[in-house]
């Protein structure tokens, strides 16, 4: 019983720690591309 919970909750962490890893992961690749093409319509529209 003890067992089952402990590797029930052991599998949650795991899938949660994957999600953040792949959060993170794809926040680093896409926020700055979002900045560079926000900045760059900034910049377009007070030229």
């Known amino acids: 019983m003890i067992d089952k919970y402990s590797s029930g909750t052991y ?3 795991k899938e949660y720690s994957l999600l ?3 959060g ?3 926040y680093n690749e896409y926020f700055p591309q979002y900045l560079l093409q926000e900045r ?3 910049q377009a529209l007070h030229v």
């Open 11 to 13: 599998n949650q962490i």
């Open 20 to 22: 953040l890893c792949i």
């Open 24 to 26: 993170v992961v794809s």
């Open 40 to 42: 760059m319509k900034w």
